[in-house]
């Protein structure tokens, strides 16, 4: 049974997401931690404009907030994004893939922390970022789910995933957020 939905996207994530969160119904019962890549100096403008596209309510955490169910955690400028079982936490370590929020560093917490209860998102980006996390979310007993590269504004993040191996599900951004709705409830 799935108890957590950690998502990364990068180039284009903005629309995706945006589509993503206006998908998701007022009941939706699990947390949802998100790594968009941007800025390191970015204000909470982002936090903002993804709030309204849903009636779950969104925020940038502070390290060791606990996760709660129906809210959607996005990665804050310049900070990797953890899960840890039961709260959030913050890291300034190192850049990975280029990225600080990383998408790798997202997951791989989410499959140690949550193993099989685990749903990734893997959405529209420009690089690799996320391929290794989705293998461990695989590994682990979790499911990936992957934007369609064909459709998604740029197709290298999805299309490592699925050279990697790691997707369990590909599907267009539509159909992807339909398929995520049915199987969480």
Do not use: W
Not at 19 to 44: C, N
Not at 144 to 167: K, L, R, W, Y
């Amino acid at each position: 049974m799935a108890s957590i939905v950690v998502v990364g996207t990068s180039l284009g994530g903005l629309s995706a997401l945006s589509r993503l969160l206006d998908a998701m119904p007022g009941d939706f019962s699990l947390p949802l931690a998100i790594v968009q890549h941007r800025g390191k100096t970015e204000d909470d403008a982002l936090v903002r404009l993804l709030g309204s596209q849903t009636s779950l309510p969104v925020c940038e955490p502070n390290d060791k907030d606990p996760l709660e169910p129906g809210r959607v955690y996005l990665a804050p400028a310049d900070y990797h994004l953890l899960v840890e079982p039961a709260s959030i936490a913050l890291s300034t370590a190192p850049p990975r893939n280029f990225a600080r929020p990383s998408i790798d560093y997202l997951f791989e917490s989410a499959a140690v922390s949550h193993g099989s209860g685990v749903i990734a998102l893997l959405l529209t980006g420009s690089n690799h970022d996320g391929a290794a996390g989705c293998q461990q979310v695989k590994a682990r007993g979790g499911r990936v789910f992957v934007e369609d590269p064909a459709t998604a504004h740029s197709s290298a993040m999805p299309a490592s995933a699925i050279a990697a191996g790691a997707a369990d599900v590909v599907l267009p951004l539509p159909k992807l957020c339909e398929r995520l709705v049915s199987v969480c409830k």
